[in-house]
């Protein structure tokens, strides 16, 4: 833990619904869902509107529907939401070289870094109000939560405290009164699992943890866990902000509208995934040992099973060949809506390399007809330009129709029209590569 509050925690508010909000004018001040939008859907992100009426993020979409039903559904425009988040990182690397992003829309910032004349409670609040007006000027009219702390726990939990658009310091010195009242959900690795382990100890708040003992922490929990709790319950954290966070694995997966019960589909879909994964290994110079599928189940069942290789590879034939008889060894009649492949346990060199040997031949990737794909599909709330009306998004789709309504962020909100869904002056909108992408 630091003498000076000078870990920074930001996190952009309800990131993709409010990215949907800014570009779609209709839907300022409304209730946006961004997710899945089939039945078996799971919400991303719920605007605030959204969430008045309890509608939450990892809730299903059915759930989410039954709650909200005026809400408007959208499956998500990834380019979008990568743009902005690209203009905020970049931003916050311009203050400080120091900068460990957690996902597209938070990340920690070390200010010992940021060329501060000081690190007081007042030079860097006042920094990280400036800084707030600056994401929303990149970001065209985002907000984010920031907070300030003596270590990373701290700035994530103070970030939480006063959403949306929000700013708190943690002085040095009242971490553990802060924290003391709050739950014990509050500090991190404590699922469901630990709060209920905790629970039936008599364990609910942060005080009530700090009360008991390291020793007896670890009978609850196990020793590497309650070691960490221990710790936390008593604000004491000295994480580094690390700029550069390696990748652990490398994974591909897909979920399906309709439930595959061909073995052999099943087996060209690994196949075509492990090619994907062993592309972005060679990519990045990686190899890895440990190759796992991932299965879920018609009934919601998620299974997964793993072998580990004598050494490192990134051939497309050794991870496909390996999924493949993985899932020989799994009961699959009953009908599986998700696959995945991935490979962890990463290095940058592949055993054959050193030692001159050649790579078996790749074998070629088989054709494969995924039962939900359509020849043509139109998402809600996805980019769309029209040849006469211009830009606009998908607002509904079916029975041959797609509805259109032609707005963008610089427009006022604009006006509704429907079209057959193979018109050919209607097509999907194409963002332009962000400045890293240009190659």
Same mark, same amino acid.
């Given at each position: 833990?630091?003498?000076?509050?000078?870990?920074?925690?930001?996190?952009?508010?309800?990131?993709?619904?409010?990215? !949907?909000?800014?570009?779609?004018?209709?839907?300022? $001040?409304?209730?946006?869902?961004?997710?899945g939008v089939g039945g078996r859907g799971?919400?991303?992100?719920?605007?605030?509107?959204?969430?008045?009426?309890?509608?939450?993020?990892?809730?299903?979409?059915?759930? /989410?529907?039954?709650?909200?039903?005026?809400? /408007?559904?959208?499956?998500?425009?990834?380019?979008?939401?990568?743009?902005?988040?690209? /203009?905020?990182?970049?931003?916050?690397?311009?203050?400080?070289?120091?900068?460990?992003?957690?996902?597209?829309?938070?990340?920690?910032?070390?200010?010992?870094? /940021?060329?501060?004349?000081?690190?007081?409670?007042?030079?860097?609040?006042?920094?990280?109000?400036?800084?707030?007006?600056?994401?929303?000027?990149?970001?065209?009219?985002?907000?984010?939560?920031?907070?300030? $702390?003596?270590?990373?726990?701290?700035?994530?939990?103070?970030?939480?405290?006063?959403?949306?658009? $929000?700013?708190?310091?943690?002085?040095?010195?009242?971490?553990? =009164?802060?924290?003391?009242?709050?739950?014990?959900?509050?500090?991190?690795?404590?699922?469901?699992?630990?709060?209920?382990?905790?629970?039936?100890?008599?364990?609910?708040?942060?005080?009530?943890? =700090?009360?008991?003992?390291?020793?007896?922490?670890?009978?609850?929990?196990?020793?590497?866990?309650?070691? $960490?709790?221990?710790?936390?319950?008593?604000?004491?954290?000295?994480?580094?902000?690390?700029?550069?966070?390696?990748?652990?694995?490398?994974?591909?997966?897909?979920?399906?509208?309709?439930?595959?019960?061909?073995?052999?589909?099943? =087996?060209?879909?690994?196949?075509?995934?492990?090619?994907?994964?062993?592309?972005?290994?060679?990519?990045?110079?990686?190899?890895?040992?440990?190759?796992?599928?991932?299965?879920?189940?018609?009934?919601?069942?998620?299974?997964?099973?793993?072998?580990?290789?004598?050494?490192?590879?990134?051939?497309?034939?050794?991870?496909?060949?390996?999924?493949?008889?993985?899932?020989?060894?799994?009961?699959?009649?009953?009908?599986?809506?998700?696959?995945?492949?991935?490979?962890?346990?990463?290095?940058?060199?592949v055993q054959e390399d050193l030692f001159?040997?050649?790579?078996?031949?790749? =074998?070629?990737?088989?054709?494969? !007809?995924?039962?939900?794909?359509?020849?043509?599909?139109?998402?809600?709330?996805?980019?769309?330009?029209?040849?006469?009306?211009?830009?606009?998004?998908?607002?509904?789709?079916?029975?041959?129709?797609?509805?259109?309504?032609?707005?963008?962020?610089?427009?006022?909100?604009?006006?509704?029209?429907?079209?057959? !869904?193979?018109?050919?002056?209607?097509?999907?909108?194409?963002?332009?590569?962000?400045?890293? !992408?240009?190659?």
């Open positions: 833990m630091r003498a000076q509050a000078s870990v920074m925690h930001l996190d952009l508010d309800a990131f993709f619904a409010a990215v !949907e909000q800014r570009d779609k004018p209709s839907l300022r $001040g409304k209730p946006v869902v961004v997710g799971v919400v991303a992100t719920a605007s605030y509107e959204a969430r008045v009426h309890g509608v939450r993020s990892a809730m299903s979409t059915r759930e /989410a529907r039954s709650r909200c039903p005026h809400a /408007a559904f959208l499956s998500g425009r990834f380019h979008a939401y990568r743009e902005a988040s690209h /203009a905020v990182m970049s931003l916050l690397r311009s203050v400080s070289p120091l900068v460990e992003p957690l996902s597209l829309d938070e990340a920690f910032v070390d200010l010992e870094r /940021a060329g501060l004349p000081d690190l007081e409670v007042a030079t860097v609040t006042a920094f990280a109000e400036e800084l707030r007006g600056r994401v929303t000027e990149v970001t065209r009219g985002l907000t984010a939560s920031v907070g300030l $702390g003596t270590s990373k726990f701290i700035a994530k939990v103070a970030s939480d405290l006063d959403k949306p658009d $929000g700013l708190v310091v943690v002085a040095p010195g009242t971490e553990q =009164e802060l924290l003391r009242p709050m739950s014990v959900t509050v500090i991190p690795g404590v699922g469901p699992a630990t709060t209920e382990r905790l629970r039936r100890a008599g364990i609910h708040t942060v005080a009530e943890l =700090e009360a008991v003992s390291l020793d007896e922490l670890v009978r609850l929990v196990g020793k590497a866990h309650g070691t $960490g709790l221990w710790s936390l319950a008593r604000a004491q954290d000295d994480r580094p902000v690390v700029a550069e966070r390696e990748a652990k694995s490398v994974s591909v997966e897909g979920t399906y509208d309709t439930d595959l019960t061909d073995r052999r589909l099943m =087996e060209g879909l690994l196949t075509r995934q492990a090619g994907e994964v062993a592309a972005r290994l060679r990519k990045h110079g990686l190899s890895g040992r440990t190759i796992t599928i991932k299965v879920r189940l018609h009934d919601f069942t998620t299974l997964s099973r793993s072998s580990t290789l004598v050494s490192p590879t990134d051939s497309a034939a050794t991870v496909a060949r390996t999924a493949r008889a993985l899932l020989a060894d799994l009961d699959t009649s009953g009908g599986v809506r998700l696959l995945g492949v991935g490979v962890s346990g990463l290095a940058d060199w001159g040997e050649t790579e078996e031949d790749e =074998e070629e990737l088989p054709a494969v !007809e995924v039962p939900h794909h359509s020849r043509r599909t139109w998402s809600p709330g996805m980019d769309v330009v029209h040849a006469e009306m211009g830009r606009g998004w998908v607002w509904g789709s079916g029975r041959g129709v797609v509805t259109v309504r032609f707005e963008t962020a610089e427009t006022p909100a604009g006006p509704v029209r429907s079209y057959a !869904e193979d018109d050919p002056a209607l097509t999907a909108w194409v963002p332009p590569p962000l400045p890293d !992408e240009q190659d």
